[in-house]
């Protein structure tokens, strides 16, 4: 009877550690082993399965989320989907099933006036939409899990989404943006072409703009790159100009102002095209990597070849940059600047990260790190899975600042303190360390990207630096 | 849209959940599961027509699961999976209580997390809400990870017990 207990208890620890993730291979046979020898261990398992399959569907926002979210009574609706939503619920995971079911094929609809241009590390809220690059669509709703992706109109406008967004087709010069974040291009072929989004129409007078829409509050951003869009308020009526430079926020009862987006909400600069002249030198790494890998259900998620992730919250990630500066004499560098092309990695919410600062430190006592090996263990600059930094390895040189919901664009330092760590460290290879200072306000907060050295078409981290003249 | 495909949508909604366990059950990962759950869901609905009205779909629906996940596990040959196909088969076999109510299985658990205590109830909250690992959940709770994975199992355990006897109850 006792071996019987013990067994039981090793079976459900076995049957814990495949849920959580921790189970390794010669336990998984083990676990095999169990379950082939007895019906009741195998009824033990379906049991144990069925728990940690209805509380993560319970506890996430279930098999329907975009439509879950859409109700009202969404946070008991979380808490008690069946007993509070009951029939309702039903129906609406009808509509949801009877409208994929039911979506006209592509090839069979005269109603096409898109396409998908590309994608990246996209995942959809459906399998069964023609999403594949090329793809052809006509009105429907595209649901971007994560990644990115690129619709054309029949118009011309081009309109990337980045996840987690939901988009409305509706014809070749209108859309709708339920939530989410999308960049426009629209040539003059599609002025006129219009997004609606909860609260206003924006109408395009030929431009760059994007939109977000806050899955929460409803609220409308629209933020103007080049040209000019006219924003209407569904409610009201009234209308704004927002020209090249300037955002709008409209709430679903207010349209607000047009604010420049110099302006605190937008307070960053991007720095500049890469600086020339006959002494200036660019640099690009020599190594490069980030630390803080994730693992789920025993699987490494959320990783990039290309990009090195940095992230600051439940799960923590560090970029490393390693530049060789063998050639370089000892005092000899009097200005420098360090370029990240930052890029979307599809993972993590933008609206969960607020405008977010990043530090960037030079690693002293010429650091040992490898490329391919460098994780939590053996980071040089921090110790723990947490990666706690180690203020005596670390000299601060910069700090910039990407805004709310932005995850492209080239950043980075422009700073005395960077041109005297290299200086003073001229002559071997050095280490920077760039992490974000700032937090997410609760779990899922965006993973900040920039490429790596092994991006195929976005620059590496690049170093400039100016010589001395001799 | 007929009245015959209202009443099969109807058992499809009805039934995802339970097809999400049962997929899950096994392949032994969720996001697998969602995969395959999208696949089966679609195959079920090219077979409406092979399906009987008032004979069990829950059954019909399982068995045209199992084959997706066999399906699966073909097309994804390389990967290591959880299970053979000899477990597999065995796991997929129906388990001997005939009218075992999904729905009321979930009422119960439900009423039975509401009992847990507290601390019991943070931890599964932050593990499953918060979709936090070990690792982060021993940080959160400054605890060991061997204690953080004790408490998982005994927590899991006592809602097992807890819904069979709910549902004993239930049932007398």
């Known amino acids: 009877m006792k071996e019987r207990n013990q067994n039981d208890e090793r079976l459900l620890e076995l049957i814990n550690g495949l849920m959580d993730g921790w189970i390794d291979e010669a336990e998984q046979q083990e676990l095999q082993q169990y379950l082939k020898e007895s019906e009741s261990a195998r009824e033990r398992y379906r049991r144990q399965m069925d728990i940690h399959a209805q509380l993560h569907l319970d506890h996430s926002e279930g098999l329907i989320p975009e439509l879950m979210r859409r109700q009202p009574i969404k946070s008991q609706a979380l808490r008690f989907p069946r007993q509070l939503l009951g029939a309702a619920a039903a129906m609406v995971a009808s509509l949801l099933i009877a409208l994929v079911l039911f979506w006209p094929k592509p090839e069979a609809s005269k109603q096409v006036f898109a396409h998908i241009e590309s994608t990246s590390g996209a995942r959809w809220e459906s399998t069964h939409l023609p999403t594949a690059a090329g793809a052809q669509l006509g009105p429907g709703t595209l649901r971007l899990i994560e990644g990115l992706a690129t619709v054309v109109f029949d118009s011309g406008a081009r309109v990337t989404i980045e996840a987690p967004a939901a988009l409305e087709l509706i014809d070749r010069m209108h859309c709708r943006l339920v939530e989410g974040l999308v960049i426009a291009d629209v040539p003059e072929s599609a002025i006129g072409f219009k997004v609606s989004t909860p609260s206003v129409d924006v109408i395009d007078h030929g431009t760059r703009f994007s939109i977000i829409v806050d899955a929460e509050t409803r609220e409308t951003s629209t933020k103007v790159y080049q040209g000019m869009v006219e924003v209407q308020h569904l409610l009201f009526g009234q209308s704004l100009k927002i020209r090249e430079g300037e955002f709008n926020a409209a709430g679903l009862e207010s349209l607000g102002a047009v604010q420049a987006f110099s302006d605190q909400s937008f307070g960053l600069r991007q720095i500049g095209p890469p600086r020339r002249g006959d002494d200036w030198r660019r640099l690009t790494t020599s190594r490069d990597a980030y630390v803080g890998r994730v693992f789920l259900d025993g699987r490494e998620v959320h990783r990039s070849e290309t990009l090195l992730l940095v992230k600051n919250g439940s799960a923590m990630r560090h970029a490393y940059l390693g530049f060789d500066l063998t050639d370089y004499a000892e005092n000899t560098i009097i200005e420098a600047e360090l370029a990240l092309e930052f890029a979307p990695t599809g993972w993590g919410f933008a609206s969960l990260v607020p405008e977010a600062t990043f530090l960037v430190f030079g690693v002293t006592g010429d650091p040992v790190w490898d490329e391919e090996t460098l994780d939590v263990e053996n980071a040089p600059a921090s110790h723990g899975r947490a990666l706690n930094l180690k203020p005596e390895r670390l000299v601060e040189l910069g700090s910039f600042v990407i805004p709310y919901g932005i995850q492209k664009g080239r950043y980075g330092i422009e700073d005395r303190r960077l041109a005297d760590f290299l200086s003073d460290h001229a002559g071997r290879p050095v280490t920077l360390l760039v992490v974000r200072e700032t937090a997410e306000i609760e779990n899922h907060g965006l993973v900040h990207g920039f490429a790596s050295r092994r991006h195929p078409n976005l620059p590496g981290p690049t170093l400039s630096i100016r010589l001395a003249q001799p | ?172």
């Open chain 2, 1 to 172: 849209m007929n009245q015959l495909n209202e009443a099969f949508i109807r058992e499809v909604t009805d039934h995802q959940s339970e097809l999400y366990s049962y997929i899950y059950m096994l392949l032994g990962n969720l996001h697998d599961a969602r995969d395959v759950l999208q696949e089966t869901n679609l195959v079920l609905w090219r077979k409406a027509n092979d399906f009987e009205a008032g004979s069990n779909f829950r059954a019909w629906a399982k068995r045209c699961a199992y084959y997706e996940c066999l399906r699966f596990r073909r097309d994804r040959k390389r990967d290591r999976h959880v299970f053979d196909d000899e477990l597999l088969a065995l796991l997929a076999e129906p388990s001997d209580m005939p009218d075992d109510d999904a729905e009321a299985r979930q009422l119960a658990l439900r009423d039975c997390l509401v009992q847990l205590p507290e601390r019991q109830r943070d931890l599964i909250n932050s593990r499953y809400r918060g979709d936090l690992q070990i690792k982060q959940l021993a940080k959160q709770f400054n605890k060991r990870e061997s204690a953080i994975k004790m408490s998982l199992k005994r927590i899991r355990d006592g809602l097992q017990v807890c819904i069979e006897f709910k549902l004993r109850e239930l049932a007398s």
